[in-house]
């Protein structure tokens, strides 16, 4: 199931399914790391904003921004994986 990043609680390891967002946004969130398919660990969230652990690096985002990445728990079939993410690294330890 495909749901905003700021409805995650701590702990959640995800996959970025898609941005919702206008060209801005989503150019934002691509310099990021955060893009499509890739797993992002949810330090800390809520309706304040977000916490998160992608490619390694820590990034806290806004609740407008982390609101507008949708996401799907790492098992879910709703997102292919990234190509780049496909190590070891992938497990988010």
Not at 1 to 8: F, K
Not at 57 to 83: F, N, T
């Amino acid at each position: 199931m495909v749901r905003p990043l700021t409805e995650y609680p701590a702990g959640t390891v995800v996959r970025v399914a898609d941005i919702d967002g206008g060209r801005r946004a989503r150019s934002r969130m691509l310099a990021l790391g955060l893009t499509p398919g890739c797993p992002v660990e949810v330090l800390a969230g809520g309706a304040a904003g977000c916490r998160l652990r992608v490619r390694g690096a820590e990034v806290v985002l806004c609740c407008g921004l982390a609101g507008k990445i949708m996401a799907a728990e790492m098992d879910s079939a709703d997102v292919v994986p990234c190509g780049c993410c496909l190590s070891s690294r992938a497990r988010m330890s």
